[in-house]
Structures are given as C-alpha cells and as structure tokens.
C-alpha cells in the first residue's frame, strides 16, 4: 500500500547555488555582450543598447551575488542600472574603465523602460502589447 509521500517541488532558480547564479549571470552577460559587440558593423542601434544594457545589468548582479547577495536583494534592483551600479560599488566593485558611471547613466533610462526599446511609444516595465 502506497503511502501519502508529500513532495516539495522546486524552481529552477531553487536549484542554484549564490556561485551557480554568479557564473551563470557573468555568462550570459559576456553572451549579450559579444553578441552587442556583433553587431557593430549594422544600424541596430536600439538592438545593441538593449544587449549592452543587459550585459552590464547582468554582469554587475553577478558581482552582487559574488558579495553574498541573496536573490530577494538582487531581485529588489530591478531592471535599474543606476541601482545596480550603486550597489555593486557599495560592496567593493571597481570598474577598470573609469568612464562605466557615465555610460550607465546615460543606458539608464533606455534600459529601465526596456520596452521602449522592445515596443516604441511605450514606457514602464510593465507595458503591454
């Protein structure tokens, strides 16, 4: 006779360590990056923001992750590359480029309201189709 077995399941994000998540947001964010860097011959230009501005997101919360963020904190940050900036920095984070602030500033707002990249003429995260 069967007995009544309860069984937790998991996501696939409760399945990955804090250094499983690390690696796999730097990796995707060095696959947005190349594929931005691809791209550099054409006139995508909204196109190559969005990957940029994904890649820097990415890559900055997986040297949050590094630090010991959980994933409530990172997922707190948002889309907002200015957050995520901030953050990273409070924890330690040195670009080897000096002018990273300034080219997040300026992707920030692009970036925040990615569908007006993805949908033009309109705005907030949460725009609809």
Known sequence: MAKNIK???LTPRQLFTLQQLCLRYAG???EYAN??????EHNFFSVRYFLFGHAFELILKSYIFAKGADEK???SLSHSLIRTYNEADRLGHSPS?????TV???LDPFHASRPA???PGQT?????C
């Open 104 to 106: 997040i500033e300026w």
């Open 35 to 40: 594929a931005a860097i691809r791209l550099e």
């Open 124 to 128: 907030g995260d949460h725009a609809k």
């Open 97 to 101: 480029n000096g002018e990273l602030p």
């Open 117 to 119: 990249l993805r949908r």
């Open 7 to 9: 069984l937790k399941i």
């Open 28 to 30: 995707y964010a060095m």
């Open 73 to 75: 904190k990172v997922k």
